[in-house]
């Protein structure tokens, strides 16, 4: 069951982050940025191999008593819905690149993939 989903800009700073249980919200938020550094050190281990693949599952990055954080780095597949709604909001002439994302429809497809995933 999927309670939260993120989206990271590449300089490590959410984009976007939408959990379920909304009262939660900022322990979401610190497992995020404290994941950021295990996908940092799993990134950088992969050397060359990471531009090779066009999409990684790097596994269990941050487990807790309650929750297991799992990241991927992705480009395709995996997260198509994803990245296709992503692809979409940067298309968008009114979106500055690295803003955090407030579109009502990448809100609402991801809360769809939380939906589907239950």
């Keep these: ?17 939408r959990s379920t249980p909304t009262d939660s919200e900022l322990k979401f ?16 281990a992969m050397g060359k191999a990471l531009v090779d693949q066009r999409e990684l599952y790097l ?4 487990p807790t008593e309650d929750y297991k954080v799992y990241g991927y780095v992705t480009n395709s597949k995996m997260f198509r819905k994803l990245h296709n709604s992503y692809t979409d909001v940067m298309c968008n002439p ?6 955090r994302i407030q579109s009502r429809a990448f809100d609402n497809m991801v809360t769809s993939m939380m939906v589907q995933v239950c």
């Design 94 to 99: 009114f979106y500055n690149p690295g803003d």
């Design 59 to 62: 596994g269990l990055l941050y």
């Design 29 to 44: 938020h610190y497992m995020v940025h404290t994941s950021l550094d295990v996908v940092d050190e799993k990134i950088s």
């Design 1 to 17: 069951m999927a309670v939260c989903i993120a989206v990271i800009a590449k300089e490590n700073y959410p984009l976007y982050i």
